[in-house]
């Protein structure tokens, strides 16, 4: 497997305060890899210093490809983030949002992406006109996941999507991200504070303390390893 | 006796549009700056007088119609707006927006000066380029000037209705100016598309100047009342509702005309103080303004 994102020895800083201290970690192409870790260990951070939210510093390549500048940099090199809090302008409308994702497109297959969405959210289209603030949690999440799908990403960035919502919402939710995985291949990186799911879903995962990696393995080895069952599992 | 008193009042119902559709234009160049800047541009009367001081050069001095020095100003405007934009009001943009307005209120100084000195004071003439000719429609008697600046301003909202509904950039425009870190996401370039708001502002006001010119006499203070004016249109039209603006500044227009001609105390003179007091009573009574949905604050 080629390897699609590398991030070697990243530091990010919120003004003063050190959020990354040192993450290095990679992604392959046609993966699902979690990155998991208590409340301000770093997770949604490494998230933004990927997209360009967040100073940062040490290197981040896409593909071979230093990463540098702002997130319109980042969503042009094809990483699409869906940000924490879902990432939808409520204002917009439903298709209104899906175009947005399309944004850096130049290829004129736009209306058929947004028609082929169905195929994963049946209820999209013909609510398209529906204001985006209108919709529920889970709906509104879903439509951020279509929307990064939109812009044809190489690489999907996740941040907390359970945030909020019901479990029977969450486990759809992963569903089609595996779905999306399976059948197209789509490399997805999601950062995620229920850990059982996000292990379930993964096929390699990250654990996180104070900014730094401290465990590393296959979902399968985390699942079964000790310390994360009694601090992010619960048993 | 009846249907002269009708016609009479279709007159002023007239007559009311054109004002309000200056008034409506530039309410809603101030409006596209609030959804996006945050702020009122407090110099957004005096961009437009600038603006037509340019097409009053273009005219008188190099022998240019009306219609090719409009066209000419409205380039020249976008312009003006995206670099005052990006030159200007970006560098204080962040933080606190009392920055912005404190910048945007001595932009207003600075283009009054710079109008004064190159201009001077003296009111000039810009010729109506719709003549001064009546139509009798009916028995009502309106004249072309009138017909004209509100065909001319409903034209100008038409286009920017379209471009902001139907094209790409126009999406990116409203995400920018909703959401700014969403948009940056998704790959929009949000300062640019801030600096195009301020660009097409600067053009609703320099049409907004061009159109007052030829009926009230060109000097540097002309805008300063029609300011107030698009102001309370987008105070009245709620101020970040696009269409707000249009309603507001067409209903201020035609509701100050008609209390101006049949309101005896009111008169010309007190035009002014009811557009403050229709602030007044809508930021006290209904301070969404007819249109704009009220803010709602989660905790």
Not at chain 2, 199 to 204: E, H, I, Q, S
Request: hydrophobic share 50%; charged share 15%.
């Amino acid at each position: 497997m080629t390897t699609l994102l590398e991030l070697d020895q990243v530091e990010a800083h919120y003004g003063p305060v050190q959020a990354l201290r040192d993450v290095s970690l990679t992604v392959s192409e046609g993966e699902v890899v979690a990155v998991l870790g208590a409340n301000g260990a770093g997770k949604t951070t490494t998230l933004r210093a990927i997209s360009g939210t967040v100073s940062r510093s040490g290197s981040i390549e896409l593909a071979g490809k230093q990463i540098r500048g702002g997130p319109e940099a980042a969503a042009k090199a094809g990483i699409a983030h869906v940000p924490e809090g879902r990432g939808t302008f409520v204002e917009l409308s439903v298709t209104e949002n899906l175009k947005l994702g399309a944004y850096t497109r130049r290829d004129r297959q736009v209306k058929e992406d947004i028609a082929r969405m169905s195929e994963y959210f049946p209820w999209m289209v013909e609510r398209g006109g529906q204001r985006a603030g209108t919709l529920s949690g889970g709906e509104q999440q879903m439509l951020a996941l279509a929307r990064a799908l939109m812009g044809r990403p190489r690489l999907l960035l996740l941040d907390e999507p359970s945030l909020g919502l019901a479990p029977m919402i969450v486990r759809e939710f992963f569903r089609i991200v595996r779905e999306l995985n399976e059948k197209e291949g789509l490399t997805v990186l999601v950062v995620e504070q229920d850990a059982r799911i996000a292990l379930r879903s993964s096929s390699r995962a990250y654990v996180l303390e104070v900014g730094r990696v401290a465990l590393t393995g296959t979902s399968e080895q985390l699942q079964g390893d000790e310390s994360v069952r009694r601090s992010y599992l619960g048993y | 006796m009846v249907a002269a008193a009708f016609a009479d009042f279709m007159q002023q119902v007239v007559s009311g549009l054109a004002s309000g559709g200056v008034y409506a234009a530039l309410a809603l160049a101030l409006v596209i700056i609030h959804r996006s800047t945050g702020v009122i541009n407090f110099s957004q009367g005096e961009m437009a007088t600038l603006c037509t001081y340019i097409a009053w050069t273009l005219t008188v001095n190099h022998g240019w119609s009306y219609w090719p020095a409009f066209v000419a100003t409205v380039g020249f405007s976008f312009l003006f707006g995206v670099v005052t934009h990006r030159v200007v009001i970006r560098p204080v943009e962040r933080g606190n927006v009392l920055r912005v307005v404190i910048v945007t209120i001595g932009l207003l100084i600075a283009i009054n000066g710079f109008v004064v000195w190159q201009w001077s004071g003296e009111p000039q003439a810009l010729a109506s380029p719709f003549g001064t000719d009546t139509l009798d429609i009916g028995g009502v008697i309106v004249s072309v000037g009138d017909i004209g600046t509100i065909a001319v301003t409903i034209g100008i909202v038409i286009l920017l209705w379209l471009l902001f509904q139907f094209t790409k950039v126009g999406l990116a425009l409203r995400a920018a100016a909703v959401n700014p870190n969403e948009a940056r996401l998704v790959g929009v370039r949000v300062t640019w598309m801030l600096a195009l708001g301020w660009g097409l502002a600067a053009v609703l006001g320099a049409v907004a100047g061009m159109l007052t010119a030829p009926s009230v006499g060109l000097d540097p203070q002309m805008m300063q009342p029609i300011l107030i004016y698009a102001f309370a249109a987008a105070i009245l039209g709620g101020i970040d509702s696009p269409l707000g603006a249009v309603v507001g500044g067409l209903t201020l227009g035609v509701m100050l005309n008609l209390i101006g001609v049949y309101v005896d105390f009111v008169g010309a003179e007190l035009k002014l103080p009811v557009a403050l007091l229709v602030i007044l009573v809508v930021l006290l009574v209904k301070p969404s303004g007819l249109f704009g949905r009220p803010e709602v604050k989660r905790v």
